[in-house]
């Protein structure tokens, strides 16, 4: 049996009394009975006491001492466990009093401010009625006794279902479930911000919808999310590979080191580590050293019962640095645009991206002259290139594709294709 419990007291000091109480008991599924009483107090009213609660000493001048239903108390309590809202106020204002009378009360207690700090992260208040606006719940008789645990039951109620997620259907705090409804199911980025405007995180989606809908769901999980975040923004680029260029500058890449093929004197390709030098072109680029080690052992495993020849050992390599490279040396990607009748595209030649655009011209016209449209290029080359060798090599794998891309005739791309950049 669960006991909900109220109490208003005559101030927060140590001297503290009960001078009103009530007591809801609920067997987990209905309200089982209800006891609620006014109690005299041996001290005064403090006058934010009476603003506060209502509860004048003309009202408390019949009422019983806590001495006269302390047994009627003790029993409603007695095997029971103890709910209230902030359990170290009413459970020990409680055991004091019991104490005065030489009872000693000991009950398990459930507190629902910890719980809903627990289950609910990111609220600016964990009050009682920041908690009831939150689940819409109404209180009636604020700040009373019986009003105040009845609205505690139903918090709890609340909160079984977060203890109990596969029960709960996702819930998003006010400000969060706006931005919801507002947003759309297209690609695109979003970036979550500090009180100082550093970026927390940035995540390139396939839907802004379902990214905000995963992050912002109030459950532990999103705990650093809802409790750090102070600003939202979003952008729809229509293209998850142009959102990767757009976001890149919230953390760059330093490439520090790369792999590049040397000839050995018995014609073998031998890799050779070493730091990163942008005059060199290598595909082979690398954050960590540790990144760098992996694909230098894959590489060097090629042959490494030394049974290969030159040229074939010498194929395997080449064969390896083409996966890893653009698919084509010249290359159109395309995807939505940012509205309705409109295409992103992505130019690729000679193995260098050349930049990105947006225009309503359909991929068939464009990919007959890629020149006719003019591209923007925000990032050095080398990032440009990397961004891109590595997207189109997991598109194969996305399962929410948002590009596509095909290979354009050399011809094609014999212009000087610096003008219209």
């Known amino acids: 049996m669960y006991a909900i419990v109220d109490i208003e007291a005559t101030g927060v000091h140590e001297s503290q009394e009960i001078i009103e109480i009530a007591i809801i008991h609920w067997d987990g599924e209905k309200v089982v009975s209800v006891y609620e009483t006014l109690i005299k107090p041996d001290g005064q009213l403090l006058p934010h006491i009476i603003e506060l609660t209502k509860i004048t000493p003309k009202m408390l001048q019949n ?54 700090y627990q289950h609910i992260p990111g609220l600016k208040s964990y009050s009682l009625d920041t908690l009831c606006s ?13 009003g105040d645990a009845l609205a505690t039951l139903e918090l709890f109620k609340e909160l079984e279902n977060f203890m109990m997620p596969q029960k709960s259907s996702p819930r998003f705090h006010a400000e969060h479930e706006r931005m919801i409804k507002k947003s759309q199911s ?5 970036v979550f911000y500090d009180k100082s405007n550093h970026p927390l995180s940035w995540i390139v989606t396939h839907s802004v919808s379902d990214c905000l809908k995963e992050k912002l769901e109030i459950k532990n999980e999103n705990s650093t999310y809802l409790n750090q975040t102070h600003e939202i923004k979003t952008s729809y680029t229509g293209s998850k590979l142009i959102a990767e260029f757009e976001v890149s500058h919230l953390k760059p890449l330093f490439f520090k080191y790369e792999i590049l093929l040397e000839k050995s004197k018995s014609g073998y390709l031998r890799p050779v580590l070493s730091r990163y030098n942008y005059k060199n072109h290598s595909i082979w680029l690398f954050l960590t050293k540790q990144k760098a080690l992996e694909k230098l052992k894959k590489i060097q495993s090629l042959n490494s019962d030394k049974k290969l020849s030159a040229h074939e ?28 009748d409109e295409y992103s595209y992505v130019l690729v030649v000679n193995g260098q991206v050349q930049g990105y655009c947006y225009s309503d011209i359909n991929p068939e016209q464009v990919l007959l002259d890629p020149y006719q449209l003019k591209y923007q290029r925000m990032l050095s080359q080398e990032r440009s290139n990397y961004i891109t060798r590595q997207y189109l090599k997991d598109l194969k794998n996305d399962r929410h594709k948002t590009d596509q891309w ?15 950049l």
């Open 63 to 116: 009422a019983p001492r806590f001495d006269e239903v302390s047994d009627k108390i003790y029993d409603l309590l007695e095997n029971t466990t103890l709910i209230s809202h902030k359990t170290d106020f009413d459970y020990e204002i409680l055991k004091k009093s019991f104490s005065k009378l030489g009872k000693n009360l000991k009950l398990k207690t459930i507190c629902t401010l910890k719980l809903s």
């Open 134 to 146: 939150f689940f819409r719940i109404k209180i009636q008789d604020r700040h009373r006794a019986i």
């Open 186 to 190: 297209k690609p695109g980025y979003v």
């Open 313 to 340: 050992y010498n194929y395997l390599i080449q064969k390896l640095q083409k996966q890893d490279d653009f698919p084509s040396p010249h290359l159109l990607i395309w995807g939505f645009g940012r509205q309705q």
């Open 406 to 420: 095909k290979e354009i005739r050399e011809k094609k791309v014999t212009k000087n294709y610096d003008l219209n």
